[in-house]
Structures are given as structure tokens and as C-alpha cells.
T-cell receptor, first 113, second 113 residues
Framework: KNQVEQSPQSLIILEGKNCTLQ??????????LRWYKQDTGRGPVSLTI?????NTKSNGRYTATLDADTKQSSLHITASQLSDSASYIC????????????FGKGNQVVVIP | ETGVTQTPRHLVMGMTNKKSLKCEQH?????MYWYKQSAKKPLELMFV???????ENNSVPSRFSPECPNSSHLFLHLHTLQPEDSALYLC????????????FGPGTRLTVL
């Protein structure tokens, strides 16, 4: 079973609307959680990073939350734009080990005009 | 751009061909990675190099052969691939092996006929 589960797998939203993506994880011991954005035909690019003590972090119209007790994170996109169409990948890092990163399958977001 | 480049961006090859993927990072990082990204699957770590030494091989078939001649360059040599090897191959680098932020290249879209 994958240690990082994301939902919904895909969604379509109207331009200007908000949406929230979910990430649940079982990775332990937890070090940090990143959300990456991957545009079609490109590699993933980091949006936010959150450590154990952080509950929320924003990057422009993107706001990530973290509940380390329930092992859940969300990524909220405000006032979506066409350029937000992408895959959003949740990546959770373990505290030690060479292969520290556990990847989710991604949330595929399509913003339509 | 992330500072990690990959060539070619697209590759179509037959099962009997030999080809190579190239990755170059301009960030002065010490660790480099090869990932396989298939549709609707999490990124799969293939190989990890630290200071030009391979530190991890995640049970990858021998038809994939990595090479790291120096800390800025990483190759993936391909030989007698199978159609199920068709995927996006991503290269990444990080400051050091233990760093939890990786910078990804744009990937090579590989199709095996």
C-alpha cells in the first residue's frame, strides 16, 4: 500500500473558483511534507514545504495545511487560473535513510474557462 | 527553470535499440537521481548517486544502466527495453544525499515500440 494517498485523483474546476486537494500519509518518522506542481511535459516544482510544527503555509494563491496528529495535509487553490491546470504531488519525507521521500500519485487539476 | 536539464525530451525506440538519456545539473549539487513516472502511479525511484557513487539501486532491471561520470552529469543507458518501460523518466538533484528538497528536470518521454 502506498504510504501517501491523494484525493481526488482528478477534478475539473471553473476558472476563478477555489478547490482543495487532500493528502493522507502513513510515513514515519515524519520529517516534512512538500507539495509539488507538475505542469504537463515538465518536471515537478516545489510549491510549499511544511515541518512538524507548522500548520499552514501560503505561496501566493496556494495555501497548504498540515495536521501531523491525523497525518493529513491539504492544498487549497484560491481563485483558480488556467495556469493552475497541472498535477499536484504530495511528497512526504522520512526523518532518516537514503530513500527518504514517499510520493503520492498526484491530483490532476484541470481549470476550464 | 530548475537548473536541471534533460535530453532528449522525447524518444521513440524499438525493443532492440540502444539509447541513452542525459541529465545535467547546474546547481552544484552532490546527489543525483533517476525516477520513472508512469500514468496514475507515484514516482518510482530507480537510482541514486552521491558524489558520483551509486548508493541505491531499487531492483531495477539490468536493461537500465546508469552512469555518473561527474557530479554534474548523469546518464541512463537503455538496451532491449520492453513496451512497459514506456514512461516519463525524470532526473533530479539535491544539495546532498540527505537533503529533502530535490530539483527535477523536465523529463524524457520514452516510448518503446
Amino acid at each position: 500500500k502506498n504510504q501517501v494517498e491523494q484525493s481526488p485523483q482528478s477534478l475539473i474546476i471553473l476558472e476563478g473558483k477555489n478547490c482543495t486537494l487532500q493528502c493522507n500519509y502513513t510515513v514515519s518518522p515524519f520529517s516534512n511534507l512538500r507539495w509539488y506542481k507538475q505542469d504537463t511535459g515538465r518536471g515537478p516544482v516545489s510549491l510549499t514545504i511544511m515541518t512538524f510544527s507548522e500548520n499552514t503555509k501560503s505561496n501566493g494563491r496556494y495555501t497548504a495545511t498540515l495536521d501531523a496528529d491525523t497525518k493529513q495535509s491539504s492544498l487549497h487553490i484560491t481563485a483558480s487560473q488556467l495556469s493552475d491546470s497541472a498535477s499536484y504531488i504530495c511528497v512526504v519525507s522520512r526523518y532518516y535513510g537514503n530513500n527518504r521521500l514517499a510520493f503520492g500519485k498526484g491530483n490532476q487539476v484541470v481549470v476550464i474557462p | 527553470e530548475t537548473g536541471v536539464t534533460q535530453t532528449p525530451r522525447h524518444l521513440v525506440m524499438g525493443m532492440t535499440n540502444k539509447k541513452s538519456l542525459k541529465c545535467e545539473q547546474h546547481l552544484g549539487h552532490n546527489a543525483m537521481y533517476w525516477y520513472k513516472q508512469s500514468a496514475k502511479k507515484p514516482l518510482e525511484l530507480m537510482f541514486v548517486y552521491s558524489l558520483e557513487e551509486r548508493v541505491e539501486n531499487n531492483s531495477v532491471p539490468s536493461r537500465f544502466s546508469p552512469e555518473c561520470p561527474n557530479s554534474s552529469h548523469l546518464f541512463l543507458h537503455l538496451h532491449t527495453l520492453q513496451p512497459e518501460d514506456s514512461a516519463l523518466y525524470l532526473c533530479a538533484s539535491s544539495q546532498e544525499l540527505a537533503a529533502n528538497e530535490q530539483f527535477f528536470g523536465p523529463g524524457t518521454r520514452l516510448t518503446v515500440l
